[in-house]
């Protein structure tokens, strides 16, 4: 049985299942949470916080390791996200908020209506420009899923990660991902050619 009542984590990013997501704890009320979160052990809701204003749906977290404990009691420790799950109360009875969550499950149909090569091909053009090499890149096994991973993997924009999260199957959101990148590469060519130019421009000849 999932728990309905988890502490919350509000954090300026968006995890997706199945995605690593190492933090560094130091505040006293999340030192607090992350030792009862590895005690008992439960998890947590990593929910994104723009601007004070709490996303509605956030994703479970688990602790799966401790990479390392200091004196003064703050922690580095790995997490992987989860389950979708929607925010339907906050409760502040503790130092740090809980929230009563409902799990969001995929619907409608498995079969994603995009081939995922044409997805591919835009995600890997993509991170050749801004990380200057294709992503050695698995298919995630069983249940990860693939708009997923590839989402994590580029520093989209926080609004269209959440629509991401947000979306309940795994079609509509390569076709959301898969738009989104098409839209980005232009200007993503843009500031490439800039920079060639730039770096070009230093050189002197003789």
């Avoid at 030192?31 to 509605?56: D, Q």
């Avoid at 090499?133 to 924009?157: N, V």
Wanted: aromatic share 6%; proline share 7%; net charge negative.
């Amino acid at each position: 049985m999932k728990p309905s009542r988890v502490p919350l984590f509000p954090l300026e990013l968006v995890l997706f299942p199945g995605m690593a997501l190492p933090l560094h704890i130091f505040e006293p009320r999340y030192k607090l949470m992350i030792a009862r979160c590895i005690e008992e052990p439960c998890v947590f809701c990593v929910v994104m916080a723009s601007k004070g204003v709490l996303a509605r749906t956030g994703c479970t977290a688990e602790v799966v390791k401790v990479v390392e404990r200091y004196s003064d009691g703050r922690m580095d420790i790995l997490t992987v996200g989860r389950d979708v799950c929607l925010l339907r109360e906050v409760v502040d009875e503790e130092p740090y908020s809980e929230g009563i969550v409902e799990y969001l499950e995929d619907s409608g149909p498995t079969e994603p209506h995009l081939a995922h090569e044409e997805l591919l091909e835009a995600f890997q053009h993509c991170h050749e420009i801004i990380f200057h090499q294709p992503l050695d890149f698995e298919e995630p096994p069983g249940e990860t899923q693939l708009s997923y991973q590839l989402a994590s993997e580029l520093p989209i924009e926080l609004a269209v990660k959440q629509e991401l999260l947000e979306m309940r199957t795994e079609r509509d959101r390569r076709a959301r991902l898969h738009a989104h990148l098409r839209e980005w590469l232009p200007s993503l060519q843009r500031i490439e050619n800039f920079r060639k130019k730039a770096t070009g421009n230093g050189h002197s000849h003789h």
